[in-house]
């Protein structure tokens, strides 16, 4: 059985001590190894602070986004066995395995072309020239420069193509050398990128390190930035570590959301934009198997109209076919571990004892084409919250699952506002509507709950990817729970790793520092 | 004498239990007592959620900036009180007093001149619309929103004026009911402020609590924002809050900082540089006796010139009055605590250890004007490190008080960079120089380290208001151990109390929601 080599100092090593296996979800046949140790990892973070910081340094802005095209195309050309790999490894249906493998190609991509925007460059203004004295001789200038440190990337296991490469995009263009931790059990994607990105880049950009982060955090110093995307339970672990509260290390948090969806009083659901509720309703809880951490997980509609929405999320979840994801009419695969199998099962019990059923009872299914008693598998479910507000599992935990609650409510888009901060923090929240005061009365009120609001309406409907799916140019990340952080966005998600200075002197010098006068 | 009251709840409250004394830091004679708790910091916090966030939740940008200016206007208004409270409590020489009040009215004037700017809105537009599908149908636009919470300000003792102002001119602007906390040792100035500025704000805007914290932080929840200004040891302590960790709240850290001053290597002392390089480390050591968050505490010069270095700052410290700042002829004051006396007089010792004496030996003084035994004087330190990069005393740790260390160099904008960054992260540094390109060199390998640079040169000298004052157009906080904030820098001072949101959708849409078609 193959086992998985980590990156570090520039070699290919497979570490050592004990090992854990990764296996399909699905039937839970291994598939490789890991070592859950035996690291250098004080080298290869110095191999990140001189190697890497030199020669990311020598570079424009141009010139590294000319390095993630590279990275992109490599994707392109493995992009067959990287979609056979998270079939295998992440449960993944073929459509599922090309979200997550032409997301990140995509963003590699977007992130690319932004670097050639940028140009031949290291150094970005941030707003215009000031004057801060009598007179204009005396100005002040804010710029942008790269954060002295290493960039170490603590990814989930949902994402193992999107996830490497939305954070590299920026890290890299950015100009910092980078680590990058994939979750241990659907590792095998990450891995073959990185295996094809790594002769791509230059010396100690892009190091990986795969197994149990071990000692990671140990050797981080002042300049250093992590980035993490996962629990809240890891996020408050982060946050308290010594290592980071000690030096300052700047940390982003991407973690637990539960993100809602309102539909508007004024839709009717055989509408356009009644369509588009609904559709991204199914997809959120069935692609991935629920596993986004964009994907909806509370819904409102009008009350007296729940059971006509209730009736079409049946009729369109009961023709989805659950098991082996690798077989052509299965149309939703299992959750990627054991682990996450019997939490996705523990909060639905959760919401069960508060909510009634509508569609799939509590998650039990007989997934086809698996041997039996194998694989992590979880049915579609609907529950219904009478008072959805003051449900508290419903508003207080995230079930990472194909799982998802209706309640009702009375078409108030304050309401429907209240509901979202009801969830104290959301990546994603989204409202379907063609009325366009009641929409400007939810967005103003929702806003500071959520890092992205999807506005779902007719005119936009035959083009909108949905609000589960990131965009490198749409900020990622949202306040409260879920983490605070602040990802993509275009140019937004190079702040991450760069520092904000405002120059203070003649005006003449701080103009010629940006290549004027 | 004078028991000083809390502002809560709309009403002023003197608490009750245990109290603390306030004294003058030169004689310390009692000035004014606080109580140590007894204040109902619930319903506080439910009256700032309630009536503050209604308030000010109808009041455009404009109309908050209208509100600051009358609060600047306050400050003019009774600007000779105020000077006298400032230097009965807090140490300050006349000057010093004017550094910290009048400061305080010009921040909160530039936040009342940036919202008549940014006018009759409530949400702020952060960058142009964004085409995120195949058409321009589909659109992106990021917005800025004020934050659903209370903003909570734990400011530092050396700054009561200046400090209230510069959160308050930023929390009050983008729409957030603050409650403020000054340190207890030099409260009046605050108390007294604050005593002048809430008959002009709505209910709710601006609450005051005196005296220690007790359980201000027990009742933060999602979507607050705490900003510290103070030592890293009660920066961690906030950093690993329970509350803060679980509802995700924002913080917000000023804390120490180890700011270096270099001189270029192409600057004559007789120079009009040289002439700033030196007024500016006179200043930093002498104003608000060395207690300023941005005061130099670090200087390099070209090796061979050290002693005329030396020499001139003798010559200019020697002249310097230390003793009861009430007197005309005292240009330095004592420190603010007795702690502070304690902490300023073990730093010197720990830096004594490892450096040679310049000037002031210890720092022991005999102030004038004031009891013979009283008061927490320290007098001017310089002290000269041989290798000042590797002098951890010198760059580990803050001595707030008048005391700065000068150390050698080659004159390399690199190596000086370098010692910048060997501070770990600071909120300013600053460098002499009149060559362009001795100064773009250091500026492109400092500029990751501090969150001003100041450039220090000929062309600017006679209007320069040094590298110690923190200008409301120019950004405020540092990296690393300065704590990662980010406050001031005109509209990007808001952010801290706004959420970034992508917003997603039909583009027609979008732009009608930010006031257009």
């Known amino acids: 059985m193959q086992l998985l080599a980590s990156y570090l100092s520039g070699s290919w090593s497979q570490g050592s001590g004990a090992r854990t296996t990764l296996v399909n979800p699905a039937t839970e046949a291994p598939l490789a190894e890991v070592a859950n140790g035996g690291h250098d990892l004080e080298s290869a973070y110095r191999y990140a602070r001189t190697a890497g910081t030199l020669e ?58 932004l670097g050639a925007k940028l140009g031949a460059t290291s150094v970005l203004a941030d707003g215009e020239p000031i004057q801060v004295g009598r007179t204009a001789r005396m100005g002040g200038q804010h710029v942008w420069t790269r954060r002295r440190g290493v960039a170490v990337h603590i990814n989930a296991f949902n994402f193992p193509g999107w996830g490497l490469c939305e954070k590299l995009g920026c ?63 890891t996020a408050s672990m982060l946050r308290t570590h010594s ?32 369509g588009l509720f609904l559709a991204d309703v199914v997809r959120d809880m069935t692609q991935k198997t629920g596993q986004k951490c964009t994907a ?38 299992p959750v990627a571990t054991a682990q996450q199998h019997e939490a996705v099962l523990a909060g639905i019990a959760r919401l069960a004892a508060a909510t009634e059923e509508v569609f799939g009872g509590t998650g ?43 309640g009702p409510y009375d078409g108030d888009a304050e309401f429907a506002a209240e509901f979202v901060a009801r969830g104290h923090g959301c990546l994603v929240s989204s409202a379907y509507s063609d009325d366009r005061d009641w929409v400007a009365s939810f967005v103003t009120a929702a806003a500071p709950w959520a890092g992205r609001l999807y506005l779902g309406s007719s005119k936009m409907a035959a083009q909108s990817p949905g609000p589960g799916t990131a965009l490198p140019s749409l900020l990622h990340g949202g306040p409260g729970r879920a983490g605070g952080g602040q990802e993509l966005g275009g140019e937004r998600g190079l702040e991450l790793y760069m520092q904000r200075t405002a120059l203070e002197g003649d005006a003449s010098v701080l103009k010629s520092l940006l290549g004027g006068g």
Chains 1, 2 share one sequence.
């Open 171 to 233: 890290s890299l263009l950015a100009g910092m050398p980078t680590i990058s931790k994939p979750a241990t059990a659907t590792a095998l994607v990450t891995h073959r990128m990185v295996e094809l990105f790594a002769p791509l880049l230059p010396p100690g950009a892009l190091q990986l390190l795969v197994g149990p982060a071990g000692a990671l955090l140990e050797h981080l110093g002042p300049g250093d930035v992590v980035a993490f995307t996962g629990s809240s339970g």
């Open 296 to 333: 909806i997980r509370r819904v409102l509609v009008p009350a007296g109209r729940e059971s006509d929405v209730f009736e079409a999320l049946r009729d369109r979840l009961g023709g989805i076919a659950v098991g082996d994801p690798s077989r052509e009419d299965v149309r939703m695969g």
């Open 56 to 113: 990311l340094g020598n570079l424009t802005f141009a010139q590294r986004g000319a390095l993630l095209a590279s990275l992109a195309k490599a994707i392109h050309g493995a992009r067959e066995e990287l979609l056979a790999l998270a079939v295998a490894n992440g449960g993944n249906t073929r459509g599922d395995a090309k979200f997550d493998i032409d997301g990140g190609a995509m963003t590699l991509s977007y992130y690319a072309d």
């Open 243 to 274: 290592k980071i509260l000690d030096h300052g290390v700047r940390l982003n948090v991407e973690a637990d959301s539960l993100n809602a969806a309102i539909l508007g009083p004024d839709v009717d659901l055989t509408s356009e934009t009644g």
């Open 364 to 406: 039990q299914v007989t997934p086809v084409g698996v041997p039996a008693g194998k694989g992590f598998f979880v049915g579609p479910v609907v529950r219904a919250a009478e008072d959805p507000m003051w449900c508290e599992p419903l508003n207080d935990h995230e079930v990472f699952g194909p799982v998802t609650t209706v």
